[in-house]
């Protein structure tokens, strides 16, 4: 594992890439500034991905003025469950799940309650700008809920797991795992206490695992030991994740997946600002990954989506 308090020269020998050499030789120079809209905006990342015919839960509905929030009740109680997200919004603020509904009332995961009123001010908080990047005024995408996997059961609390694959060029680098926790409040958000699990690329199994970026080996709210954990259909979800390059335009990004019961991987969104935190997860760095990439692409190989899937669980399994 990576120590906590590791010195810049021991964290280079492990090949870990910091904050300002991720910002400036990978963000600035792969990722053009005029495709950050599409990437930063969630309803805009949902229509790019139905005409590449990447799979993607299900539009309910947008809620972009005022006057909607007041047609949008009956629609919403026509759907046993939904969740409520800002279109630009980030790190999982704003975003209300809920998992059913009766009486008249929403109840959400943790089972507490939301009234009509509660859904009507929560989507114009998210108009306002409450939640999006900048305080900028938003709207309101309102998406089917994930009915997830039954394999994750104990593995994550309230809350539903995600993957996040890095995407360089196109090709799958490094993934985790996102669980949440109790601490997270049943959010995926590791910055919030979520516990990050390193997936082996070539094999979609759990690594080892992390919380508040210390070691854990069980799941700090339902004790399942976190090294029995492995994504089902790896191989489609790569290939996902590796279609979100030519997508989106973005040279490098994260790509966040979930998996449906029904449906299985499906793209939840995309950050073109990736975090850094899966080297800790995964308990190596991700610049050897990269350069080995850029080498590739420098001796003018050039893959399609599935020939990527296939080098990289080759060349980066553990």
């Not at 929403?106 to 859904?119: C, N, R, T, V």
Request: a positive charge; aromatic letters at 6%.
């Amino acid at each position: 594992m990576l120590g906590q308090f590791s010195s810049p020269f021991k964290l280079a020998r492990k090949g870990i890439m910091g904050m300002n050499q991720r910002n400036t030789c990978y963000i600035s120079r792969y990722n053009p500034r005029k495709l950050y809209p599409l990437v930063d905006n969630k309803l805009k990342t949902k229509i790019i991905a139905q005409r590449d015919e990447v799979t993607i839960p299900a539009l309910i509905g947008v809620v972009r003025t005022q006057h909607d929030i007041q047609s949008i009740i009956p629609l919403l109680h026509k759907h046993s469950g939904f969740v409520i997200k800002p279109a630009k919004g980030s790190g999982g603020k704003g975003i209300l799940v809920i998992t059913k509904q009766q009486a008249g009332l929403f109840f959400k995961p943790s089972g507490a309650q939301a009234s009509e009123e509660d859904i009507k001010r929560h989507c114009s908080n998210i108009l306002a700008g409450l939640f999006s990047l900048g305080g900028s005024p938003d709207v309101a995408v309102i998406e089917a809920l994930i009915e997830f996997d039954s394999c994750f059961d104990g593995f994550s609390f309230e809350g539903v797991p995600d993957v996040r694959v890095i995407v360089f060029q196109g090709y799958p680098v490094m993934a985790m795992m996102r669980l949440s926790t109790a601490a997270s409040d049943g959010k995926a958000n590791l910055h919030q206490g979520a516990v990050g699990v390193g997936i082996d690329i070539g094999t979609g199994k759990a690594l080892h695992a992390v919380q508040f970026d210390r070691p854990i080996d069980v799941h700090p709210d339902t004790d399942r030991p976190l090294r029995e954990l492995e994504v089902p259909h790896w191989q489609r979800l790569l290939e996902l994740a590796s279609n979100c390059y030519e997508m989106s335009g973005m040279g490098y990004l994260g790509t966040d997946m979930v998996l449906d019961k029904s449906n299985g991987p499906m793209l939840l969104e995309l950050n073109a600002r990736p975090g850094l935190a899966i080297q800790i997860a995964n308990g190596e760095g991700i610049l050897p990954r990269l350069k080995l990439v850029e080498k590739m692409i420098a001796q003018g190989q050039k893959l399609n989506p599935l020939e990527r899937v296939e080098f990289s669980k080759k060349e980066f399994a553990r």
